[in-house]
T-cell receptor
Framework: TQLLEQSPQFLSIQEGENLTVYCNSS?????LQWYRQEPGEGPVLLVT?????EVKKLKRLTFQFGDARKDSSLHITAAQPGDTGLYLC??????????FGAGTTVTVRA | SQTIHQWPATLVQPVGSPLSLECTVE??????LYWYRQAAGRGLQLLFY??????ISSEVPQNLSASRPQDRQFILSSKKLLLSDSGFYLC???????????FGPGTRLTVL
């Protein structure tokens, strides 16, 4: 089983501040995905990173895949209350499955 | 475009009662289908997945079962609910050769 560890578990910041969420593994992944989940809803796919060292930007969100494809980070610039949610990273494991991290709960205070 | 539906949205059931949660996908064929359970504010526990009609893989031995009677229909069942079955149940699908998963809106189950 390929495990993904996310840190920190909780993050509470003021509107306008920056934040970074980390996703780490001892295993190599062919790709990693990031999802955001709002309370009472299903997770929504934000991005997939595929190439080691890849950087993808989605408005104020920047995703990076580690050179060795064992880790990834999500950086949010000038966070807004709408960024509040549970951020999950996931990577393909065997037999059509995804391994999910335990998630980082982000709260952005107005 | 593809859509995924789950119902009911919320459910309150007594201990020992049966359960049936339904998930359907529209706009795609031969999807891989998944059932997850999520504790409050935490990650996802994979319960079952299916790569085709009648094909079910169980990840965690427990009080639940799954069935796939049609290509785009996935059902989660229990004969007798336990208190520990309470949680947020999510259904998801992927294309046959893809890893990105698309989730339904979830069912909040409370067992009393």
């Amino acid at each position: 089983t390929q495990l993904l560890e996310q840190s920190p578990q909780f993050l509470s910041i003021q509107e306008g501040e920056n934040l970074t969420v980390y996703c780490n593994s001892s295993s190599v992944f062919s790709s990693l995905q990031w999802y955001r989940q709002e309370p009472g809803e299903g997770p929504v796919l934000l991005v997939t990173v595929v190439t080691g060292g890849e950087v993808k930007k989605l408005k104020r969100l920047t995703f990076q895949f580690g050179d060795a494809r064992k880790d990834s980070s999500l950086h949010i610039t000038a966070a807004q209350p709408g960024d509040t949610g549970l951020y999950l990273c996931a990577g393909p494991s065997n037999d059509y499955k995804l391994s999910f991290g335990a998630g980082t709960t982000v709260t952005v205070r107005a | 475009s593809q859509t995924i539906h789950q119902w009911p949205a919320t459910l309150v059931q007594p201990v020992g009662s049966p359960l049936s949660l339904e998930c359907t996908v529209e706009g795609t064929s031969n999807p891989n289908l998944y059932w997850y359970r999520q504790a409050a504010g935490r990650g996802l526990q994979l319960l079952f997945y299916s790569v085709g009609i009648g094909q079910i893989s169980s990840e965690v031995p427990q009080n639940l079962s799954a069935s796939r009677p049609q290509d785009r229909q996935f059902i989660l069942s229990s004969k007798k609910l336990l208190l520990s079955d309470s949680g947020f149940y999510l259904c998801a699908w992927t294309g046959p050769n893809a890893s990105e998963q698309f989730f339904g809106p979830g069912t909040r189950l409370t067992v009393l």
